[in-house]
Structure formats: C-alpha cells, structure tokens
C-alpha cells in the first residue's frame, strides 16, 4: 500500500519561508518521479514543481520560479519543497504526487500566507 505523508505547513506572513516535506512508503522511491501540487480555493489542482527519480532534472511552476525549490533525498525516500518569499497567492492546500507506474497522492498540508 503506497502512502505519502506531507508534513511542513502552517501559517507564515507574507515574504516569509516554509519547507514542505513528504515522505514515502509502498513504492520504489527512486525510480518515481515526485511533484508538488496546489489547490487554491475556488481553483483547480495546479502542478507547482516536479523532480525526476534521480534529481538531475526539475521544472517549475512560472508562478514560483525563483523562490521555489524542490529537491529529494532517496535515502530517506523524502522528497521536499523549500518555499521562500511566500505571497498570499500562494496560499493553497499542498500535495505531494508519485508517478512511475501508478499516480499516488498524498492527504495534502495546508499552507497559509497572510498578508
């Protein structure tokens, strides 16, 4: 049973920092390619960053270009999300997203940015 538990969120003011983490169990970590995702209320799930199985690779959402980083630790089977500059539009409930042979999802971190 693959599972994949987001920990990091809560509240921060505008212009501050959080680090989103999820760690995996069930799967064969480092052959997946991981991602965060968001919901913003009122709007559709949206991809905000994704790393290959090895990390050589990421892309971004243009909307956090430059103040997001995604990285992973395959020893730990953790996959993070540094978010720096935090703007109240970024406020949304966070997933974290496994793919290689099956989508899999996380419950999901609340992450709120005051302004």
């Known amino acids: 049973q693959v599972q994949l538990v987001e920990s990091g969120g809560g509240l921060v003011q505008a212009g501050g920092s959080l680090r989103l983490s999820c760690v995996a169990s069930?799967?064969?970590?480092?052959?997946?390619?991981m991602g965060w995702y968001r919901r913003a209320p009122g709007n559709q799930r949206e991809l905000v960053a994704q790393i290959t199985p090895t990390g050589g690779h990421t892309n971004y959402a243009d909307s956090v270009k430059g103040r997001f980083t995604i990285s992973r630790d395959n020893t730990k089977n953790t996959v993070y999300l540094q978010m720096n500059s935090l703007k109240p539009e970024d406020t949304a409930v966070y997933y974290c997203?496994?793919?290689?042979?099956?989508?899999?999802w996380g419950q999901g971190t609340q992450v709120t940015v005051s302004s």
């Open positions: 997203h496994a793919f290689r042979y099956g989508n899999y």
């Open positions: 069930g799967l064969i970590f480092g052959i997946n390619t």
